[in-house]
């Protein structure tokens, strides 16, 4: 067990390694999370108009919701795109994984936690900790929020990392898959609360996010940073987050356990 950790590890260091050979990456991921900051502010600066609040939800608490979530975002945007695991499929690559001795999710995976250590150290903790100083932000008031919230997005992580790759052995399959592809960043971009909180949704379509699993990646966390999710509200949402976790990591397996059977090349 000891060994096959130390194996895994080695995956997360060679991953953060071969995010520091390509620097220009980051400083590009940097950037572009400034934009879409500034962006999603304004829109939101303008449309509360002045308003104190708007729903029983303040402009300073919205705006702080934003941050956050364009942080996470940033995170996540550190993993192993959904395109490059089609690549793989597609092109066989993932065949010499299969041959390796190693679970091909969970190499994945732990690349991912090196690169993301990577980015966060170059291109979301000096950001934000530059903004959080900079301006008035709502932030959680006491230890066990912020230990709860790192919980929450930690569990966000991982059910996202448990769907993506999931689209992308359906590639197994399909072999083109630019509509699943469509269909997963659409799904995440507008039910899981990225940009628009579920609180601001429609009645009717507020139900449907709440029965599906996308609403635990962005919006769970990032109500809890400010404050909206509390007491048993909060300890729900959590329960939420793992139970959709364990359906979303068990299809993942199921998924890969008969992708394995169904070895597709196409090419050299």
């Known amino acids: 067990m000891v060994q096959e950790l130390r194996m895994y590890l080695e995956f997360s260091r060679k991953a953060f390694q071969r995010s520091a050979a390509y620097r220009f990456d980051a400083w590009t991921r940097l950037f572009s999370n400034i934009i879409f900051l500034f962006m999603w502010g304004f829109i939101w600066y303008g449309l509360y108009a002045g308003k104190e609040d708007v ?40 065949a010499m994984e299969m041959m390796r001795p190693y679970d091909y999710p969970t190499r994945t995976l ?11 150290l170059t291109a979301v903790l000096p950001l934000y900790i530059v ?16 230990g709860v919230f790192v919980l929450s997005a930690i ?17 197994f399959w399909l072999i083109e898959t630019g509509g699943v592809e469509d269909i997963f960043y659409f799904s995440i971009s507008l039910f899981s609360g990225s940009v628009i909180p579920l609180w601001f ?7 449907v996010a709440r029965f599906l699993p996308f609403q635990g990646i962005f919006f ?12 048993e509200a909060m300890v729900y949402a959590l329960f939420v987050q793992v139970v959709w976790l364990v ?16 070895i597709v090349v196409q090419g050299g």
């Open 201 to 207: 949704f429609p009645d009717w379509l507020e139900m």
């Open 55 to 94: 729903g029983g939800i303040t402009f300073e608490a919205m705006l702080s919701y934003i941050v956050i979530s364009q942080m996470l975002q940033g995170i996540h945007g550190a993993g192993t795109p959904l395109w490059e695991i089609q690549e793989r499929v597609r092109s066989g690559d993932i």
């Open 247 to 262: 359906i979303c990591f068990s299809l993942l397996r199921w998924v890969w356990s008969k992708a394995s059977l169904k």
């Open 220 to 231: 769970v966390p990032n109500a809890i940073f400010v404050g909206q999710l509390q007491g």
């Open 131 to 146: 903004l959080f100083w900079l301006i008035d932000l709502q932030t959680p008031t006491s230890l066990l929020q912020w």
């Open 110 to 120: 732990f690349s991912d936690f090196g690169n993301i250590l990577f980015h966060m």
């Open 155 to 171: 569990l966000g992580y991982l059910i996202r990392y448990s769907i993506e790759l999931t689209f992308g052995l359906f590639t």
